[in-house]
């Protein structure tokens, strides 16, 4: 039976044209986010290998045992010290490959004394202190010795009494890449005491996650530039205050311009402030920075937030919406009595979750990322934001890209999960404001 429905001409392929260029945007706009993730848990050389590898290699746990028979170690503290060199000397030397730990256990007459272990992220972490050159010496590590056990960042079991020792006694021929290279490196090491006995690895997939502990790893440390915590948290109350100042400063402005300013007052105002889009941000840039130190708010974040307290765009979006809510019902709560700060707080802005919504979004989204006024007006680690500390970590040799690729990822969730979460009053803030075509 043939169907009675009308069909358009063309509306097929309209149709396939518009989820076409539909899908183009969502894979152009998933691809870099994957590639991101993926680089997150790589080594540091796995993001320029080419070509490139979308899934990241499973670190490995790397062990190595040490024979310490006819030696003259006899101390505990003798054997911490020759399992610090072994396990930073030698990550030192492989630090572009991907282990995800390292261990190393010592045997002394068939009976296993010691065992040291360290994670990536504690290398990572610790490596710009512990080891910054390849200087190895006995000296150099006694030196760094009180360090690591300030910061933990070794865990060392002395266990003189220990069982015996039933693990493999020779390395073997047919190594893995990873265990031949560390091999190669403790043999031709003319620091160490012990023979090397065994090395082993197993796969540990745990280590995959070890790029994004060392961000909170590093805020552990004496050097205040690494605290990416804090960069976080800095980040977070120059948005919010930002956000906050709009809906106070910004919404009371756009109500007074749709409901208080009549005739052409109110269209001159409105073309006053959206005039201040125009003008780009590099041409205030000195006058800001002069005022900001006249009033003594360089260096803090009150001088971050100012700036951002009233922007034109907002103004006008609020009073867009504004413009739409029925003119009826504020007459009506004038006739009771009521006054225009009562009728915008109990009316308004009950009425007005919507724009607010996207003022909120909208804001988060440009301060949350910014970069140059942070950067001009806060020069002091203490009141970076993580864009700020981005930039400084790319100076770094301790900051490889996949650690900064786990930064972004973090400081990207956020995002994420407010687009998400507020996507409905975002469309429906953006029908009322009059841009929507």
């Known amino acids: 039976m043939a169907s009675n429905r009308i069909r358009e001409r063309g509306a097929g ?35 320029y290998r080419f070509p490139p590898t979308w899934v990241p290699t499973i670190p490995k746990a790397v062990t190595i045992t040490l024979d310490y028979d006819g030696t003259e170690l006899q101390s505990e503290e003798q054997f911490e010290l020759e399992a610090m060199k072994a396990i930073w000397f030698t990550w030192k ?59 933990k960042l070794t865990r060392f079991d002395w266990t ?17 890449d990873t265990s031949a290279g560390v091999l190669a490196t403790v043999n031709g090491a003319n620091y160490l005491d012990g023979r090397v006995l065994a090395v082993t690895e197993r796969a540990d997939w745990t280590r995959l996650f070890d790029n994004y502990i060392v961000l909170w790893q590093m805020a552990g440390g004496k050097d205040a530039a690494y605290n990416f915590p804090k960069f976080l948290l800095n980040s977070t109350i120059v948005t919010f205050g930002t956000i906050v100042s709009h809906m106070l ?8 311009l749709a409901h208080l300013v009549r005739g052409r007052a109110s269209g001159l105002w409105t073309l006053f402030f959206v005039a201040t889009i125009m003008i780009p941000e590099i041409a205030i840039l000195v006058p800001l920075y002069l005022t900001m130190d006249k009033l003594h708010l360089v260096n803090t974040l009150w001088g971050i937030v100012l700036p951002h307290t009233a922007w ?8 867009g919406f504004f413009e739409q809510l029925p003119g009826e019902l504020l007459q009506a709560a004038r006739i009771d009595g009521a006054r225009e700060l009562a009728i915008y707080w109990r009316i308004i802005v009950p009425m007005a979750a919507p724009i607010f919504t996207v003022v909120s979004v909208m804001t988060f989204i440009s301060v949350w990322n910014e970069f140059l006024w942070p950067l001009v007006v806060a020069r002091k680690p203490d009141v970076w934001t993580f864009t700020v500390a981005l930039n400084d970590f790319q100076n770094r ?21 407010i687009i998400i979460s507020c996507q409905r009053l ?3 803030g953006v029908s009322f404001t009059g841009l929507k075509g």
């Open 249 to 256: 400063i910004g919404g009371m402005a756009g109500y007074a």
């Open 13 to 47: 392929s309209v149709r396939a044209v518009s989820y076409s260029v539909a899908l183009l945007f969502i894979v152009a706009s998933i691809v870099p986010i994957v590639w991101m993730i993926s680089s997150s848990m790589k080594d540091n050389i796995s993001i």
């Open 426 to 428: 975002i469309e429906k």
């Open 312 to 319: 034109g765009i907002v103004i006008f979006l609020f009073k």
């Open 93 to 151: 030397k492989m630090q572009n490959d991907a282990i995800g730990s390292l261990g190393v256990t010592g045997v002394k007459d068939g009976v296993t004394i010691f065992k040291a272990e360290m994670p990536s992220y504690h290398f990572t972490a610790g490596r710009p202190q512990i080891v910054p050159t390849q200087l190895f010496t006995d000296a150099t590590m006694r030196l760094k010795l009180s360090m690591i056990r300030e910061q």
């Open 160 to 176: 003189p009494d220990g069982g015996a020792y039933d693990g493999p006694s020779s390395p073997g021929t047919d190594l893995p």
């Open 397 to 417: 040799q301790s900051m490889g890209a996949n650690v900064m690729m786990s930064s972004l990822i973090v400081a990207t969730i956020p995002l994420m999960i």
